[in-house]
């Protein structure tokens, strides 16, 4: 519990300094880096400050000036900031439209390219598609919690097709990402969090001349993912990948 207290606590001093500088030189300059660097910055120092040590795997795979789609898993509150930090440039991702009616936020949230969706609206869902797809074309990458929702047990959920919609229109590479031990130091429904190690696999990036059809493409995402789940975790029925398991290759902390 007190982990918890202290990483949102961090948080929330931190926003009145981001209040100060970062919200005022955005809405002067229209350039929304320097709020995006204190965000990517307070996200990280907040989750070490809770005792949670991280390790990548993969991050060598990337090319920095490219434009990727990050398809990752999801089990934990604590993904994101944990995730997002890694991702080399600017990134975008798609968050509830709740978010969007807060004045302030909601216009921050447009300056950084973030892209609202109604989860339980499917004609939000395909305008969210849309709306992704020109932050992609604006370079920016996108990240996206494929299963839509938070794991229970930290076995993968069915996927979302919007995702491959979206990787089939834009025509740019597919990151398989797979977050484990998220399930340990925060699973959901539980606010404290633990201790521990969590390891951010980034699979090879799938190219758009192999992504084959949608079906295809899903099969090949949720494989990867898959493959660097601790194998309690891991679905036996799904396809195997000569990609980076847990346990192997280099890991930076």
């Excluded at 839509?148 to 229109?169: C, I, N, T, V």
């Excluded at 084959?212 to 990948?241: H, W, Y």
């Amino acid at each position: 519990m007190i982990r918890t207290l202290v990483m949102l606590g961090f948080w929330a001093a931190l926003l009145p300094v981001a209040a100060l500088i970062g919200f005022p030189w955005t809405l002067l300059t229209g350039n929304v880096s320097l709020l995006y660097r204190m965000a990517m910055w307070g996200a990280w120092t907040g989750v070490r400050l809770a005792g949670i040590q991280v390790q990548t795997v993969g991050l060598d795979k990337l090319d920095p000036a490219r434009t990727y789609i990050f398809m990752s898993n999801h089990v934990s509150n604590v993904d994101p900031p944990i995730l997002m930090p890694l991702i080399p440039r600017r990134m975008s991702v798609m968050v509830k439209k709740e978010l969007f009616k807060v004045p302030i936020l909601a216009r921050m949230m447009r300056f950084g390219s973030l892209v609202p969706v109604d989860r339980g609206n499917r004609d939000s869902g395909i305008a969210a598609v849309r709306a992704a797809a020109d932050v992609i074309h604006q370079g920016l990458n996108m990240t996206i919690y494929v299963e839509g929702h938070r794991s229970f047990d930290g076995k993968l959920l069915a996927f979302k097709k919007g995702p491959f919609y979206l990787a089939e229109e834009c025509g740019v590479p597919v990151v398989p990402v797979t977050i484990a031990g998220t399930h340990y130091v925060m699973p959901k429904k539980r606010f404290a969090i633990k201790p521990g190690i969590v390891t951010v696999i980034f699979h090879s990036p799938i190219e758009p001349k192999d992504f084959g059809n949608r079906e295809c493409l899903m099969a090949k995402v949720r494989a990867a993912i898959n493959s660097g789940l601790p194998a309690e975790f891991q679905d036996s029925t799904a396809l195997t990948t000569k990609d980076t398991r847990v346990h192997e290759g280099s890991a930076t902390a």
